[in-house]
């Protein structure tokens, strides 16, 4: 039976994109329901996925607000060399303000979620929740398990999904700043997917020190048609002003205009690793809220 | 006189760049000395340059390990129009474990600080602190002010700047991952830099949606030899897939081969802005302990 890791606990938007994600193996017929594995850790999830112990395991990539997940991005780069991304699942993320009764947001003394969903919730935080301070924890679960707890006019921001786990009641609804919010999650496997029409590949380069060299590159890509999607830079820990570019783009690795680019990109490379190439679907908004 | 405004509270990295900064402005023989203001968020500090409260402020832009700071570019691009870049100034980031008295590393059940640090210090804590809880902070200095309060095995990581100002011991110095770690603050001011030699410049781009626009883009600065120091993509908080560029290259915008390049790339994007043309300065490690 296949196994498919996520970053636990239960109830968060990981939880949300590992259930779309098994719909759509569903849909496809596979006959056997595999088995969901809840893990504590990101590192954790790629350490299992390169040992064999679980044949997929599902990371957020990218954020429409807070932009890429740069542990997860470093984890691929430095750490984990073998894993390789099959597929891409956008996740609507609409944030609720939870609390064990209705108290009004101006009472509220300690708002509580991931760094990220506060960093999503800023403005609304700011603007209603004045008297609040903000504390910052694992995961918009765990928030939601603190605020069940807590005596005190306490409220947690997270996924609907947890209220009815953590028995709380919702104070606001779609506290996002921006209602488009969305999440890329990425399924890793040791292999990548076959051709299929919209396909995405996913690079990652050492690029030449020198004016012009990533120019060049994007050349290549440009000359073919070939539509980036993302351009990232990180650093690669070393001296400041030394980047690795993330490269997303339409196309398959397979594909004979992507081939051609990739080897025309050699020249002006220190290195480069396919992440690999994958299909990219998207959830509809209301299945948040189911 | 001259008011410089800066991250508080007293004792983190901000401080340490404040100083070195004042130092550099002494040296050029300003004969009164600026008045350091302690502000609380960097959104305060935006803003009281912006509204004439200050004339400076110091804000962190980019740490050699974990890359740019985001909240400081989504400040910039979507709230702050009016600020410009006046100066860089490239800092070290040496950091230590601090605490009451002289656990050994085992021992310590709760490390104490701010996000970004204790990144910057992921793999150290995973190898020594194995018992340890990680809880982030607002600041580095807050870690050491919780740390001195607290009756039980915990420690803060900070600059050594913070021990003596809440008489803590160093328990291991240099506890940073990467010995290169080293973080580039900008000199937030109305006005950028006049023409000088080594001065760099920091544009914000929106760029056309379509194939090859920023390979369009990079060419024009590529065709004058002008070197490109950082390029950073960031969501324009609407629809997944829709960045701001930020680009940092070589040269004054006054200089006559960029006011070339930046005019032809009008073709190519839909808004520019000029963050501001502005001298770079790098503190020697030493400093740091100083």
Same mark, same amino acid.
């Given at each position: 039976?296949?196994r498919i890791g996520y970053?636990?606990? &239960?109830?968060?938007?990981?939880e949300?994109?590992a259930?779309?994600?098994l719909?759509?193996?569903?849909?496809?017929? @596979?006959?056997?329901?595999p088995a969901i594995v809840c893990?504590?850790?990101?590192?954790?999830?790629?350490?299992?996925?390169?040992?064999?112990?679980?044949?997929?395991?599902? *990371? &957020?990539?990218? #954020?429409?607000?807070?932009?890429?997940?740069?542990?997860?991005?470093?984890?691929?780069?430095?750490?984990?060399?073998?894993?390789?991304?099959?597929?891409?699942?956008? @996740?609507?993320?609409?944030?609720?303000?939870?609390?064990?009764?209705?108290?009004? &947001?101006?009472?509220?003394?300690?708002?509580?979620?991931?760094?990220?969903? *506060?960093?999503?919730?800023?403005?609304?935080?700011?603007?209603? =929740?004045?008297?609040?301070?903000?504390?910052?924890?694992?995961?918009?679960?765990?928030?939601? +398990?603190?605020?069940?707890?807590?005596?005190?006019?306490?409220?947690? @921001?997270?996924?609907?999904?947890?209220?009815?786990?953590?028995? %709380?009641?919702? *104070?606001?609804? #779609?506290?996002?700043?921006?209602?488009?919010?969305?999440? +890329?999650?990425?399924?890793?496997?040791?292999?990548?997917?076959?051709?299929?029409?919209?396909?995405?590949?996913? *690079?990652?380069?050492?690029? #030449?020190?020198?004016?012009?060299?990533?120019?060049?590159?994007?050349?290549?890509?440009?000359?073919?048609?070939?539509? %980036?999607?993302?351009?990232?830079?990180? &650093?690669? $820990?070393?001296? =400041?002003?030394?980047?690795?570019?993330?490269?997303?783009?339409?196309?398959?690795?397979?594909?004979?205009?992507?081939?051609?680019?990739?080897?025309?990109?050699?020249?002006?490379?220190?290195?480069? +690793?396919?992440?690999?190439?994958?299909?990219?679907?998207?959830?509809?908004? $209301? +299945?948040?809220?189911?």
């Amino acid at each position: 039976m296949k196994r498919i890791g996520y970053l636990g606990p &239960p109830g968060t938007f990981s939880e949300l994109a590992a259930r779309f994600y098994l719909e759509r193996l569903k849909k496809n017929g @596979i006959c056997e329901e595999p088995a969901i594995v809840c893990l504590s850790s990101f590192a954790d999830i790629l350490s299992a996925v390169e040992t064999g112990e679980i044949e997929e395991g599902l *990371l &957020p990539f990218e #954020n429409s607000t807070e932009g890429s997940i740069n542990i997860i991005l470093d984890l691929l780069a430095q750490q984990f060399k073998k894993a390789k991304i099959k597929e891409e699942a956008v @996740i609507p993320v609409v944030h609720q303000l939870l609390a064990r009764k209705s108290y009004g &947001p101006g009472e509220i003394e300690v708002v509580v979620s991931h760094p990220q969903a *506060l960093a999503q919730c800023r403005g609304f935080i700011e603007q209603y =929740l004045y008297r609040a301070q903000k504390k910052e924890v694992v995961s918009t679960a765990e928030a939601a +398990r603190l605020v069940s707890l807590h005596q005190g006019p306490w409220a947690a @921001i997270g996924a609907s999904l947890v209220a009815e786990t953590y028995n %709380l009641v919702v *104070l606001a609804e #779609n506290v996002n700043d921006y209602p488009e919010n969305a999440t +890329r999650f990425i399924v890793i496997s040791l292999k990548d997917s076959e051709p299929a029409p919209g396909c995405k590949t996913s *690079l990652i380069l050492s690029v #030449n020190d020198r004016p012009g060299a990533l120019c060049d590159i994007l050349k290549e890509f440009a000359q073919r048609y070939i539509n %980036l999607t993302h351009i990232e830079s990180r &650093p690669t $820990k070393g001296r =400041l002003g030394d980047y690795l570019f993330f490269i997303d783009f339409e196309g398959h690795r397979e594909d004979v205009h992507v081939r051609d680019a990739l080897s025309h990109i050699k020249d002006y490379i220190v290195s480069m +690793r396919i992440l690999g190439s994958y299909p990219a679907h998207a959830a509809a908004k $209301k +299945r948040e809220n189911s």
